[in-house]
Each structure stands twice: as C-alpha cells, then as structure tokens.
C-alpha cells in the first residue's frame, strides 16, 4: 500500500522560498513517476512538477524556472524547491504517485480524478501573502 507524507508548507511573502518533502512509502521510486500537484480554493487541482521513471522532469508553465522537483532514492523522498513566490501559488500541495513507467509530462498531465484516493496525503498547504 502506497503511503505519501507531504510536509514543509506554511505562510511565507511574495518573493520567498519553501521546500517541500514528501516521504513516501510502499514503492520504489525506480518503478514509478511521482508529482507534486496543487489545488488551490475554488479551483481544480492541478499538475505543477513530476518526475517521469525514466528520469525526466517536467513543471506546469506557471512555475517554471522558479520550483526544481527532485527525489532522493535512499531516504524515499521527494522534494519540491520554490522561490519566487507569488500570491497566486498558494494552494494546498500533494505529492502523489499518479502510476507506473511513466514520463513525467504524462505524470503532470495526468486526471487527477483518474488517481486512486488512497494514494493521496492531506497536503501541505503554502499561503503566499501580498
């Protein structure tokens, strides 16, 4: 059974940095692509960063060449860096494994309602103020 941990959010100023951690367990990160994906209230959660199994990386338009997605394959964690914050990017943040042997545009633009709730956390929420 997948399990994913997401931690490391909280409120921070427009321009600021945060890191998230996502500790998962019940995969290999060898075998699967991983993401992090966002929703935000009132509006659909979307793709925001992934990592393809094939090592790949890819992030949503609007956070690019600010957030940097990596994982460590010992400690089992993933890992999303922002800097430059803005408003805008305030939104509850999950770590999910979407499936298997995919790239990682196909793990950012995956349905998220096409993911099996159990492998969902509660999130990790980033508030940017103004």
């Known amino acids: 059974q997948v399990q994913v941990a997401e931690s490391g959010g909280r409120l921070v100023q427009t321009g600021g940095s945060l890191n998230l951690s996502c500790i998962v367990s019940?995969?290999?990160?060898?075998?699967?692509?991983m993401a992090w994906f966002r929703q935000a209230p009132g509006k659909e959660r979307e793709g925001v960063s992934a990592i393809g199994s094939d090592g790949s990386t890819a992030y949503a338009d609007s956070v690019k060449d600010r957030f940097t997605i990596s994982q460590d394959n010992a400690k089992s964690t993933l890992y999303l860096h922002m800097n430059n914050l803005k408003p805008e990017d305030t939104a509850m943040y999950y770590c999910?494994?979407?499936?298997?042997?995919?790239?990682?545009?196909?793990?950012?633009?995956?349905?998220?309602?096409?993911?099996?709730?159990?492998?969902w956390g509660q999130g990790t929420q980033v508030t940017v103020s103004s």
């Open positions: 019940g995969l290999t990160f060898d075998d699967v692509a």
């Open positions: 999910v494994a979407p499936g298997p042997r995919m790239t990682a545009i196909q793990a950012l633009h995956a349905m998220p309602t096409a993911i099996p709730v159990a492998r």
